[in-house]
């Protein structure tokens, strides 16, 4: 095959099967795990049980400090912040300063409720901006849930953006 351009093909006529894993089980079907069952047993309680790591995790309710989810609170701080990192598409300021979002709520049990906006109804990100918003704040530390309602009354205007998109805009 020293001619570039030219495929080599060659036929066989058998293949060695890979080797299967193989796994011992006791009496009642359970795998056996043979380091395990050589190393002492430090506690035989709970020999037969099975994890349950996911029904801990449920379980947990969110604790909020009183006015963590207050304007100045931590956990609403978090989510401006959060909200500060989502910049619209077409103006390069974030969705924050450009006067998009009209309220952040967060209730005692820790679920957001943000009230937005967008430019415009026609605007490009107009069904994936809510979508982004939601998946933003709920990955904020001691989020429970979050909501986005998108609404169209007030209309955006200019008016509403912060000085400092104003300033970033050159309309200052």
Request: glycine share 10%; aromatic share 4%; with cysteine.
């Amino acid at each position: 095959m020293n001619e570039p351009g030219k495929i080599e093909v060659e036929e066989v006529s058998a293949v060695p099967s890979a080797p299967r894993a193989r796994v011992e089980v006791d009496e009642r079907g359970q795998p056996v795990d043979r380091e395990a069952a050589a190393a002492p047993a430090a506690d035989t309680a709970d020999a037969g049980r099975k994890p349950d790591y996911l029904d801990g995790f449920l379980a947990q309710k969110p604790n909020l400090a009183p006015g963590a989810g207050e304007p100045g609170g931590d956990l609403y701080e978090g989510v401006i912040d959060a909200l500060k990192e989502i910049y619209d598409p077409e103006i390069p300021v974030n969705i924050y300063e450009l006067g998009l979002i009209y309220g952040v709520d967060i209730t005692q049990d820790a679920h957001v409720a943000v009230t937005m906006t967008l430019t415009t109804p026609h605007c490009p990100v107009a069904e994936s901006m809510p979508g982004e918003v939601e998946l933003r704040v709920g990955a904020v530390p001691g989020v429970g849930s979050a909501e986005v309602n998108l609404i169209w009354d007030p209309p955006w205007d200019p008016a509403k953006m912060s000085d400092e998109a104003k300033l970033e805009l050159g309309m200052l």
